[in-house]
Nanobody, 122 residues
Framework: QVQLVESGGGLVQAGGSLRLSCAAS????????MAWFRQAPGKEREFVAA???????QYADSVKGRFTISRDNAKNAVYLQMNTLKPEDTAVYSC????????????????WGQGTQVTVSS
């Protein structure tokens, strides 16, 4: 069982930055694919970024070059640095963990945090 707790959301002006954190329980954190998803009002949840073993990462096209996912296995934590934020980045951001393989599909992830709100004003 893995428990995930996000933090770091808030209100920011367009062009600004935020850093989200996700603290995970569990002794085998380093074995998990860790990902960030987001869901805007009235829209489906969408993949944002993922990190897995060997320092591998993947990003949605909409955030490439602006967002950076990183993890600290010693601290059981994963982060999402978000720069040059846009109003369309406004959403609830959730951290997710998979014991299987990297995927952009939310149903492939076994564990989810409660989410943190990010609001970008224009």
């Amino acid at each position: 069982q893995v428990q995930l707790v996000e933090s770091g959301g808030g209100l920011v002006q367009a062009g600004g930055s935020l850093r989200l954190s996700c603290a995970a329980s569990g002794r085998t954190f380093s074995n998990y694919v860790m990902a960030w998803f987001r869901q805007a009002p009235g829209k489906e949840r969408e993949f944002v970024a993922a990190s897995w073993s060997g320092g591998m990462t993947q990003y949605a096209d909409s955030v490439k070059g602006r967002f950076t996912i990183s993890r600290d296995n010693a601290k059981n934590a994963v982060y999402l640095q978000m720069n040059t934020l846009k109003p369309e980045d406004t959403a609830v951001y959730s951290c997710a963990a998979s014991a299987r393989r990297y995927s952009t599909y939310d149903y492939e992830y076994d564990y989810w945090g409660q989410g943190t709100q990010v609001t970008v004003s224009s």
